[in-house]
């Protein structure tokens, strides 16, 4: 049997078989491998449809951002003489009401869900440089976000100051002074997010439109009429 088999092998038998297969073999890889490229070409191409659209319906959340940031730098500086001057009001034992002590208003905005395949996709599009100003200017309304909520934690404090909650403790003005001076602090902060926020916005090219909800604002960032 072994010998019957060498002999077909010498003869050439074998030799073409080998050679049928492996041809066979290499045409089928060949297919296989060229279908995933196929499928993989794909996916890259619809993902990179959906990071363009991404792109594109974003621009207003991203011009919102920037626009929040220029809220604090245009209304920063008279909520922290609002809050001086609650602050002394405090330190003198003197009541204010809900309405004289007011509340700033604290504008929020969305931010985008970057994942991993869009992310590569839309640096693809648009270049490594903008899409770190895009993650830039999120990541920064993402800390600003923690900052507000400070602020309207620490001023809703103020209200210890309202007579019609009581007469005001030594205690209760003491909380009011330190609360004052976190919310100054905390403006200070926002407003040199601006500053960082600023240097993306002018890259990216960003619009400058105010706030949703801006004409019910005072001159000094005030909710009009609060009660």
């Not at 404090?157 to 019609?164: I, K, Q």
């Amino acid at each position: 049997m072994f010998h019957a088999i060498r002999q077909w092998w010498h003869d050439g038998g074998g030799r073409s078989t080998l050679r049928l297969f492996l041809f066979e073999f290499l045409v089928v890889m060949a297919g296989v491998l060229a279908a995933q490229w196929l499928q993989q070409r794909q996916q890259e191409l619809a993902m990179r449809d959906e990071a363009r659209n991404l792109l594109a319906n974003s621009r207003g959340i991203h011009d919102s951002l920037f626009a929040r940031s220029q809220h604090w730098r245009k209304y920063g500086p008279c909520v922290m003489a609002r809050a001086d001057a609650i602050a002394l009001a405090a330190a003198e034992g003197r009541t204010m009401t809900r309405a004289e002590i007011g509340r700033p208003a604290l504008p929020s905005t969305d931010t985008v869900n970057w994942s991993p395949a869009l992310l590569r996709a839309a640096i693809d599009l648009v270049g490594a440089q903008r899409i770190t100003d895009l993650q830039d200017l999120e990541a920064n309304a993402v800390i600003s976000d923690g900052i507000t909520d400070r602020i309207s934690s620490n001023w809703a404090t103020f209200n210890l100051l309202d007579p019609a909650y009581g007469k005001p403790s030594p205690q209760d003005f003491a909380n009011v002074r330190l609360a004052a001076v976190r919310v100054a602090n905390d403006v200070r902060l926002l407003q040199l997010k601006f500053r960082e926020d600023e240097v993306f916005a002018r890259r990216l090219g960003l619009d400058s439109a105010p706030p949703a909800g801006a004409r019910r604002l005072d001159n000094c960032g005030m909710i009009r009429d609060w009660r």
